[in-house]
Protein backbone atom coordinates (compact mmCIF):
# COMPACT_ATOMS: atom_id res chain seq x y z
CA UNK A 1 0.00 0.00 0.00
CA UNK A 2 1.11 3.55 -0.43
CA UNK A 3 1.94 5.54 2.11
CA UNK A 4 0.84 8.87 0.39
CA UNK A 5 -2.44 7.94 -0.84
CA UNK A 6 -3.33 4.59 0.30
CA UNK A 7 -3.40 2.83 -3.06
CA UNK A 8 -2.96 -0.80 -2.93
CA UNK A 9 0.09 -2.71 -4.89
CA UNK A 10 3.29 -4.50 -4.21
CA UNK A 11 6.31 -3.45 -3.07
CA UNK A 12 9.30 -4.79 -4.76
CA UNK A 13 13.12 -5.39 -3.31
CA UNK A 14 15.77 -3.48 -5.76
CA UNK A 15 19.93 -4.17 -5.96
CA UNK A 16 20.32 -1.32 -3.73
CA UNK A 17 18.70 -2.46 -0.73
CA UNK A 18 15.45 -0.07 -1.37
CA UNK A 19 12.00 -1.13 -1.91
CA UNK A 20 9.86 -0.10 -5.14
CA UNK A 21 6.05 0.41 -5.20
CA UNK A 22 5.50 -0.05 -9.28
CA UNK A 23 2.52 0.41 -11.16
CA UNK A 24 0.99 -2.94 -12.75
CA UNK A 25 3.15 -4.55 -15.36
CA UNK A 26 2.39 -2.59 -18.78
CA UNK A 27 4.17 -2.92 -22.01
CA UNK A 28 4.76 0.65 -22.71
CA UNK A 29 6.35 2.23 -25.85
CA UNK A 30 9.64 2.72 -24.48
CA UNK A 31 9.65 6.68 -26.17
CA UNK A 32 6.75 7.03 -23.49
CA UNK A 33 8.50 6.82 -20.41
CA UNK A 34 11.42 9.16 -19.73
CA UNK A 35 14.98 7.71 -19.57
CA UNK A 36 15.65 6.20 -15.47
CA UNK A 37 12.02 5.61 -14.69
CA UNK A 38 11.78 1.86 -16.33
CA UNK A 39 11.74 -0.65 -14.27
CA UNK A 40 11.73 -4.43 -14.90
CA UNK A 41 11.23 -7.69 -12.50
CA UNK A 42 14.41 -9.89 -12.99
CA UNK A 43 14.19 -13.84 -12.69
CA UNK A 44 14.79 -13.27 -8.69
CA UNK A 45 12.19 -10.83 -8.33
CA UNK A 46 14.08 -8.11 -8.04
CA UNK A 47 12.98 -5.11 -9.66
CA UNK A 48 15.94 -3.23 -11.67
CA UNK A 49 15.96 0.28 -13.18
CA UNK A 50 17.47 0.69 -16.91
CA UNK A 51 18.44 3.57 -16.28
CA UNK A 52 19.04 5.26 -19.70
CA UNK A 53 18.95 1.80 -21.28
CA UNK A 54 15.83 1.18 -23.65
CA UNK A 55 14.22 -2.43 -22.59
CA UNK A 56 14.26 -5.07 -25.18
CA UNK A 57 10.70 -4.08 -27.06
CA UNK A 58 7.95 -6.14 -25.78
CA UNK A 59 9.32 -6.28 -22.18
CA UNK A 60 6.65 -5.35 -19.79
CA UNK A 61 8.70 -2.15 -18.24
CA UNK A 62 6.88 -0.57 -15.21
CA UNK A 63 7.10 2.37 -13.63
CA UNK A 64 7.14 3.43 -10.03
CA UNK A 65 3.93 4.65 -8.45
CA UNK A 66 5.30 7.72 -7.20
CA UNK A 67 5.08 8.92 -10.31
CA UNK A 68 1.31 8.51 -10.65
CA UNK A 69 0.80 9.34 -6.78
CA UNK A 70 -2.25 11.30 -6.41
CA UNK A 71 -0.65 12.19 -2.73
CA UNK A 72 2.67 13.54 -3.80
CA UNK A 73 4.08 16.27 -5.94
CA UNK A 74 4.42 15.25 -9.75
CA UNK A 75 8.51 15.07 -10.67
CA UNK A 76 9.72 16.94 -13.69
CA UNK A 77 10.13 14.33 -15.97
CA UNK A 78 11.83 15.85 -18.84
CA UNK A 79 14.10 18.69 -17.19
CA UNK A 80 15.60 19.37 -20.77
CA UNK A 81 12.11 20.81 -21.62
CA UNK A 82 11.75 22.57 -18.48
CA UNK A 83 15.00 23.99 -19.19
CA UNK A 84 14.31 25.02 -23.17
CA UNK A 85 10.81 26.71 -21.27
CA UNK A 86 12.42 28.25 -18.93
CA UNK A 87 15.27 29.71 -21.96
CA UNK A 88 11.83 30.24 -24.03
CA UNK A 89 10.83 32.28 -21.27
CA UNK A 90 13.79 34.38 -20.57
CA UNK A 91 14.12 35.04 -24.45
CA UNK A 92 10.47 36.55 -24.55
CA UNK A 93 11.29 38.52 -21.61
CA UNK A 94 14.43 40.04 -23.49
CA UNK A 95 12.35 40.45 -26.47
CA UNK A 96 9.52 42.76 -24.20
CA UNK A 97 12.12 44.72 -22.43
CA UNK A 98 13.75 45.50 -26.34
CA UNK A 99 10.42 45.86 -27.75
CA UNK A 100 10.95 44.02 -30.37
CA UNK A 101 7.86 40.46 -29.86
CA UNK A 102 6.73 39.97 -33.08
CA UNK A 103 2.77 40.81 -34.24
CA UNK A 104 1.39 37.49 -33.56
CA UNK A 105 -1.58 36.69 -35.53
CA UNK A 106 -5.38 37.22 -34.65
CA UNK A 107 -6.27 34.01 -33.68
CA UNK A 108 -9.70 34.73 -32.94
ZN1 LIG B 1 0.33 6.80 -3.90
Redesign the pocket.
Same mark, same amino acid.
Given at each position: M??????AGAWHPTYTEAWV %?LEPAQILPAYIVPPRQRWLIDGNDIAWNTGDDEPAPGAPRRIA??LV??? %?ERQDLWPWLTALELENARRAQRQADQGTLPQLPDTG
Open positions: CPECGV %LHRCPG %L
